[in-house]
């Protein structure tokens, strides 16, 4: 196999490839390989085989896209969960707070759970009052 994948880092003859870190060639068709810092353009792997380039261009093209989808959605959970503890104007439980996404924002698909998660891992927004309860930080 020429290259490996973990997630959304690709390795390339030991180099690491990502969304963020990758040769110029993955971003556009006007590059120079003189000036790469990843491959020595005599054994370079993207140069040899562009259908290899291609590949790794739309992997990295969906892995950006998956990104963006994702920080839209936590965006939008964010949203919906600051909206619904401002309106009540006091802390709720998680359990309560779920339902209440659940009926309002349907399309965000949460559930008791996820926002328990979603929640623990905001504490910047969300501070835990225990017990599950949680109020909006100021």
């Not at 290899?52 to 919906?80: M, P």
């Amino acid at each position: 196999m020429p290259w490996r994948s973990y997630q959304n880092t690709y390795w390339i003859d030991g180099v690491s490839i990502t969304p963020d870190r990758h040769p110029e060639c993955l971003e556009t068709e006007q590059f120079d390989c003189y000036a790469c810092d990843y491959f020595d353009l005599t054994v370079c792997r993207l140069k040899r085989d562009p259908d290899l380039r291609q590949e790794l261009k739309t992997l990295l093209d969906i892995a950006a896209e998956n990104e963006n989808r994702q920080k839209q959605r936590q965006t939008e959970l964010i949203i919906a969960v600051s909206n619904q503890l401002k309106s009540h104007g006091r802390p709720l439980h998680y359990t309560v707070l779920a339902k209440i996404v659940q009926e309002r924002n349907p399309e965000l698909d949460v559930t008791e759970k996820g926002i328990l998660v979603f929640m623990g891992h905001h504490p910047d927004l969300f501070a835990s009052l225990g017990d599950g309860v949680f109020k909006l930080r100021q």
